[in-house]
T-cell receptor, first 111, second 116 residues
């Protein structure tokens, strides 16, 4: 079992739909990152959170430390949101700074 | 707008050749990471440095890979000799990280390596 698991692996939506991507982790973390990668493109950090909830535009990220679970929500999805979304657990302790990645969720939003 | 830069962006080489990838982290960032991304394995950490000192290179095949930071503005990843299974996109990332403090990591555009 991977230390960081994402679901679903693939997600197709119609423009305007509300989208949720889930991430569960089994390791102790100091923070959790959500990253976005467009086809052929670089990787952009969307959120880094260690508790509660963060919002940026149409994107919302939540984390439940006790349940070791995080979600990324996209409201009013748009075709330009089509990308791979990756969650990454930021290690604590002596491995401070080290990221362990989920396998990614491929999101396709159709017009 | 500060960015992590990587060179080259694309590299095609023959098996057995030496490959050197370079990364310039964002000025003021004290931690530099090397990642590899493949379709099969996704993103994997190869090595990382803090204040130029190597902290963890357990993700690297030691017999052929080496990572160094000759100075604060340059990190290098070398593969010698290269093999077809090394074909991947290699990302460098940098961040400011201290005990008890976590900051975002900023990724470079990646080097797409193809070994034939």
């Amino acid at each position: 079992k991977n230390e960081v698991e994402q679901s679903p692996q693939n997600l197709t939506a119609q423009e305007g739909e509300f989208i949720t991507i889930n991430c569960s982790y089994s390791v102790g973390i100091s923070a959790l990152h959500w990253l976005q990668q467009h086809p052929g493109g670089g990787i952009v950090s969307l959120f880094m959170l260690s508790s509660g909830k963060k919002k940026h535009g149409r994107l919302i990220a939540t984390i439940n430390i006790q349940e070791k679970h995080s979600s990324l929500h996209i409201t009013a999805s748009h075709p330009r949101d089509s990308a791979v979304y990756i969650c990454a657990a930021h290690a604590g302790g002596t491995s401070y700074g080290k990221l362990t990645f989920g396998q990614g969720t491929i999101l396709t939003v159709h017009p | 707008d500060a960015r992590v830069t990587q060179t080259p962006r694309d590299k095609v080489t023959e098996m057995g050749q030496e490959v050197t990838m370079r990364c310039q982290p964002i000025l003021g960032h004290n931690t530099v990471f090397w990642y590899r991304q493949t379709m099969m394995q996704g993103l994997e950490l190869l090595a990382y440095f803090r204040n130029r000192a190597p902290l963890d290179d357990s993700g690297m095949p030691k017999d052929r890979f080496s990572a160094e930071m000759p100075d604060a503005t340059l990190a290098t990843l070398k593969i010698q000799p290269s093999e077809p299974r090394d074909s991947a996109v290699y990302f460098c990332a940098s961040g400011r990280i201290g005990q008890g403090t976590v900051y975002e990591q900023y990724f470079g555009p990646g080097t797409r390596l193809t070994v034939t």
